[in-house]
């Protein structure tokens, strides 16, 4: 295993054990409002005070100003690890309230600042995160499986299913899939849930990308079923279904993996762009469209960087599954050669 | 030395036109009967830009119904009399002085005699008669046609002589003279040909040659670019003058961009390329004021705006609709005790606080602290309280289940949407606010988001919805312009909207008492019907109110008497008195 792709791959695992983790890693409620802290800026971390240096760092509270926040020097808060807080479900299940860093109430820690309601930044992108990573990753999965069908299928029978199936593929390939979305989206009910939205939204994501690994698994298929071994099996006589699933799909494994690697980050980046134009999972629940989408408002953009965070997020998420994708694509090449 | 001259001569020639642009001023003659605006200074010259949201769609005054349309027909129009911006009050236009009879039913007004359109043909009282033909005409639809009808009977125009009209109203009609304001008066010459061809509606249309069209305001159209720019210049025959006996406007030219988005005004203001912006939202005051020390705008905050925000439920029938999900919620909505419940536990300090930066006021009635002439004080203004809101409640048979969520006395869990319009950041902020305020009492809220047509249509078409967040008045301070929102037949009777009978015992009396006010003519016993209404609507809360922005507005250092008004337009109403200042003026403001 060639050493790039596995800081790669222990990367990934590190960003979604995160996204695991977050209501342990993030320090509040995503949805609690405090609203005497609108807009405030990232919290300073102090190390130094009038009596001396500390090794633990502290934090001030913040006093909104005619023109900006100022720190109220007169109580110090220092930060704390393994503290009690918001009450969250660890992966879903196991009710806790401890967190991983924290400082005591009524201090406040907001690593990357707050939004418009006072909600804490870094507690939202990680909630958003797991929004928006799980949409890409699953309409991923719905995406390849329906890929994987069709192309296997189209590719091994040939003849009038393959025309059939491809002529579709060519339809779905040539979609503005935006726009198709953003047309799916206002025939849905208005007010739907936070959990249905999401599933709607990557059913649909997933169901229009299919055509792409379709078309790519066809391709390795229609190589495959006349290879030698293949034709072997079948004068054994091995049932199509055993053949594809023994002989066939294993070739296609490692297509597939690289193809995911691919499609997540665009398909996070598909619930992004929703959500971003208010499509996609509504207030107060968090994702990263949604949160960018303050941005839209000149003011915000121009006054307030630190709610770019979720832009940063997608990016650095993007760029680990790209290089990604790459590693796994050049190790394609290298085995095929 | 010949090279100077020449360079100064090129110089000249090449800044001449923008000296010399737009037409210059008539000087005033004495058969003219002008209007002096006595407290005004300034002088010629200049050109102003100004940002809009959207291209007009048409010039003409009389189908106008879009706000751009109007901000822009509004400068190459004149009213008869018309209500001061600065001072809320009626005053003397197009018509020098006005009589009402006894019994407030017949108003005759003496017009200016000698005053010119803008293209150089005189006015009188054929023009006067004219226009209101125009408007009374149910062919032509125009939108102010309704405010001239009373109980069905039109009001009439008789012409006394060449400069005195009388009108004469079936019923008394309290501030009729305020009527007059928005009506604007037509040049005969130009109009009635088409208008008897039957071709009325389609002319002055964007299509329509400048010179085709003729006003009596202070500009007239000199260009139209479409999706770009319309360009009015003076009118050199205006009817006012200054106190030096200038004859008004100052401005050569006035330019109307079109640019977009309220972001998309500031940042072509911020790049110097416009000069004013006519209605700020609180952030972007904000930014701006942020950068004055640089830029030196001069930015004006005029206190609470006219127009009131408010969450309205959906109370409407919905008998002959296949909406039953709704239909059920409407147990709850017609519950005087839950949307009391609602109203104590919406923290509208919160919302003034975070929506408007504190640039704007908490509203607990239809009027607010803008409009001092008929604020009602002895309105109360509770705080919030979740505590009341649990009690009121409860008094109403609602529960609360293990998880804390809201059940009504049939046990279904309380659970609703707020739509709400998505262009309108800060509606939207509300509804997020409410939706957190709200959940402190266990109900489910979600926040809708749509795009405006869809809101509307929802709202007076289909009745599709649980409750929505929005936003009237902001015309005039009279309580006349609010008759269609209270009135049980009104078409703007939102909560229950084609009210064949009044729904309820309060509905009628405040009927009853709408309809007093507009034929009492004495100040003081109108304020005391109204008061009424505000007490009615207070304690029976159709609309829960919320929140009422700022008028706020902005413009670059070198304009001079930019005085904004409260009342729409804000900035333009004066435009026949804003001038540019030379840089030594404008450094001498700061």
Not at chain 2, 282 to 287: A, D, G, M, P, Q
Request: proline residues 6%; contains cysteine.
């Amino acid at each position: 295993m060639n050493r790039k792709a596995s800081i790669l791959i222990l990367a990934l695992a590190a960003l979604h054990l995160a996204l695991l983790f977050t209501g342990f890693l993030a320090p509040s409620d995503p949805i609690a409002q405090d609203r005497d802290l609108p807009y405030a800026p990232p919290t300073r971390l102090h190390f130094r005070d009038t009596s001396g240096w500390h090794l633990r760092p502290f934090v001030y509270a913040l006093q909104p100003g005619p023109d900006a926040y100022t720190e109220d020097r007169s109580q110090s808060f220092p930060v704390r690890l393994m503290v009690r807080g918001n009450k969250y479900k660890l992966l879903g299940l196991v009710p806790l309230d401890w967190h991983l860093f924290g400082v005591d109430q009524p201090g406040k820690i907001a690593v990357l600042g707050t939004d418009e309601f006072g909600r804490d930044e870094f507690s939202r992108v990680l909630y958003g995160g797991q929004i928006s990573v799980a949409a890409g990753i699953l309409a991923t999965l719905v995406a390849l499986t329906a890929g994987a069908t069709f192309g296997v299928v189209a590719g091994y029978y040939g003849w009038i299913v393959d025309e059939s199936l491809m002529g579709a593929m060519e339809l779905f390939l040539c979609l503005p899939w935006l726009y198709f979305l953003l047309g799916v989206r206002a025939f849905l009910p208005l007010h739907l849930s936070a959990i249905r939205t999401f599933f709607l939204l990557t059913a649909v994501i997933g169901l229009i990308g299919w055509a792409r690994p379709a078309r790519l698994v066809r391709g390795i298929v229609l190589t495959a079923r006349t290879r030698n071994y293949v034709l072997a099996a079948k004068g054994f006589g091995g049932s199509d279904f055993y053949l594809m699933r023994r002989h066939i799909l294993p070739e296609v494994r490692s297509v597939l993996v690289a193809q995911a690697a691919l499609l997540v980050p665009r398909y996070i980046a598909a619930e992004v762009t929703l959500s971003f134009f208010g499509l996609g999972v509504n207030e107060p629940t968090a994702s990263w469209g949604n949160m960018l989408s303050v941005l839209q408002r000149y003011s915000v953009l121009v006054s307030y960087q630190w709610l770019l965070a979720p832009a940063v997020a997608l990016v650095i998420t993007s760029v680990i599954y790209g290089l990604l994708a790459d590693a796994l694509l050049s190790r394609l090449k290298f085995q095929s050669t | 030395m010949k090279f100077t001259v020449r360079l100064a001569l090129l110089v000249c020639l090449i800044a001449m036109p923008s000296f010399a642009s737009g037409s210059s001023p008539e000087k005033p003659n004495p058969a003219e009967e002008l209007f002096r605006a006595d407290q005004t200074s300034g002088h010629y010259g200049g050109n102003l830009s100004i940002g809009g949201r959207a291209e007009p769609k048409t010039f003409n005054p009389v189908i106008a119904t879009d706000a751009v349309s109007r901000e822009i027909n509004g400068r190459m129009m004149a009213d008869l009399i018309e209500i001061n911006r600065a001072s809320q009050q009626t005053e003397p236009a197009l018509a020098k002085s006005w009589k009402i009879s006894p019994d407030g039913r017949t108003f005759t007004l003496q017009l200016r005699k000698g005053i010119r359109f803008s293209d150089g043909q005189a006015f009188d009282a054929d023009d006067v008669v004219f226009s209101f033909g125009l408007y009374l005409d149910e062919n032509v639809d125009a939108p102010q046609r309704d405010l001239l009808v009373f109980d069905g009977k039109p009001l009439t125009v008789t012409k006394v002589d060449r400069y005195t009209v009388r009108f004469s109203l079936p019923r008394p009609y309290a501030s009729a003279e305020r009527l007059f304001d928005g009506l604007a008066m037509l040049p005969k010459h130009l109009l009635e040909k088409p208008y008897r061809e039957g071709k009325f509606v389609e002319t002055w249309s964007l299509n329509a040659a400048p010179s085709e069209i003729a006003g009596l305001g202070p500009f007239r159209l000199k260009q139209f670019v479409p999706g770009q720019r319309a360009v009015l210049e003076r009118n050199p025959y205006y009817w006012k003058m200054d106190s030096k006996n200038q004859r008004l406007p100052y401005l050569d030219e006035i330019t109307f961009l079109f640019v977009g988005t309220e972001d998309a005004q500031v940042m072509r203001f911020e790049a110097g390329e416009t000069s004013m912006i006519s209605r700020l939202s609180s952030e972007n005051y904000n930014l701006l004021a942020h950068e004055r020390d640089r830029t030196h705008a001069q930015l004006v905050d005029m206190g609470p705006s006219l127009e009131y925000n408010f969450l309205l439920f959906n109370q409407n029938d919905l008998s002959d609709k296949k909406l039953d999900g709704i239909a059920r919620k409407q147990k709850w909505f017609r519950e005087l005790t839950f949307r009391q419940a609602v109203s104590a536990a919406i923290d509208r300090d919160s919302i003034v606080r975070m929506v408007y930066g504190t640039r704007g006021v908490a509203l607990w009635g239809n009027v607010g602290p803008g409009n001092k002439l008929w604020l009602n004080n002895a309105i109360p203004h509770p705080q919030r309280s979740l505590e009341s809101a649990r009690n009121l409640l409860k008094s109403a048979g609602f529960s609360w289940n293990q998880a804390g969520e809201l059940l009504d006395p049939a046990g279904a869990e309380v659970e609703f949407s707020i739509i709400t319009n998505s262009s309108n950041a800060q509606r939207m902020k509300m509804a997020t606010l409410l939706q957190d305020d709200l959940s402190h009492l266990g109900m489910q809220v979600h926040v809708v988001p749509l795009e405006f047509r869809a809101l509307i249509d929802r709202v007076f078409q289909s009745f599709d919805y649980d409750a929505a967040i929005m936003g009237l008045g902001g015309g005039d301070a009279d309580p006349n312009p609010e008759m269609n929102v209270w009135i049980s037949s009104g078409t703007s009777h939102l909560w229950h909207l084609h009210e064949t009978e009044p729904a309820t015992a309060w509905e009628r009396e405040v009927d009853g008492l709408m309809q007093q006010q507009m034929i009492t003519l004495d100040y003081g016993k109108r304020k005391q019907l109204y008061d009424r209404v505000q007490e009615l609507i207070a304690q029976q809360l159709p609309f829960i109110f919320l929140a009422t922005p700022n008028i706020l507005a902005v413009a670059d250092p070198r304009v001079g008497n930019f005085h904004p008004a409260s009342l729409d337009p804000y900035t333009l109403w004066n435009a026949d008195e804003l001038y540019i200042r030379t840089p030594m003026e404008s450094a001498g403001v700061r």
